[in-house]
């Protein structure tokens, strides 16, 4: 009788151990997968700032033009470094860096006052 207490003492400490150990494994797992796509998807974004750059130059493209020459460079970007970003990443990625540099532009226009009117201001965000 004594004995069947030692072995199940025994299983359930071993259990527990077994339990905690996958718990941390899979936790540990998800997180360094999180961490790698994390850092894909700043370096597309990093990488993406010259593609803009280069595209707003193109001054007799639309803005649909230029950003389907960016989502192309970025895509080939992506292939080439086998990253596992999504377009649909790439496309917002790309929207909100578009829209922070608009606001900058807008902002940095309008306190220098080479803007004479609201009706150019709004000419100009749009």
Same mark, same amino acid.
């Given at each position: 009788?004594?004995?069947?207490?030692?072995?199940? +003492?025994?299983?359930?400490?071993?259990? !527990?151990?077994l339990?905690? $150990?996958?718990?941390?494994?899979?936790?540990?797992? %998800?997180?360094? %997968?999180?961490?790698?796509?994390a850092?894909?998807?700043?370096?597309?974004?990093?990488?993406?700032?010259?593609? #803009?750059?280069?595209?707003?130059?193109?001054?007799?493209?639309? !803005?649909?033009? %230029?950003?389907?020459?960016?989502? $192309?460079?970025?895509?080939?970007?992506?292939? @080439?470094?086998?990253?596992?970003? @999504?377009?649909?990443?790439?496309?917002?990625? #790309?929207?909100?860096?578009? +829209?922070?540099?608009?606001?900058?532009?807008?902002? @940095?226009? +309008? +306190?220098? !006052? @080479?803007?004479?009117?609201?009706?150019?201001?709004?000419?100009?965000?749009?």
């Amino acid at each position: 009788m004594e004995d069947l207490e030692l072995y199940l +003492s025994i299983a359930a400490t071993i259990f !527990g151990l077994l339990v905690s $150990t996958l718990t941390f494994l899979t936790k540990f797992i %998800k997180c360094a %997968k999180a961490k790698r796509i994390a850092e894909q998807v700043l370096k597309v974004t990093q990488d993406i700032i010259p593609f #803009i750059e280069e595209a707003e130059k193109f001054i007799h493209y639309t !803005g649909k033009e %230029k950003k389907a020459y960016v989502m $192309t460079k970025a895509t080939q970007l992506v292939i @080439n470094n086998k990253m596992k970003v @999504n377009q649909e990443k790439i496309s917002s990625t #790309i929207d909100e860096l578009v +829209s922070l540099t608009k606001q900058v532009n807008i902002a @940095n226009l +309008s +306190s220098l !006052g @080479n803007i004479s009117s609201q009706k150019e201001l709004q000419r100009l965000h749009v």
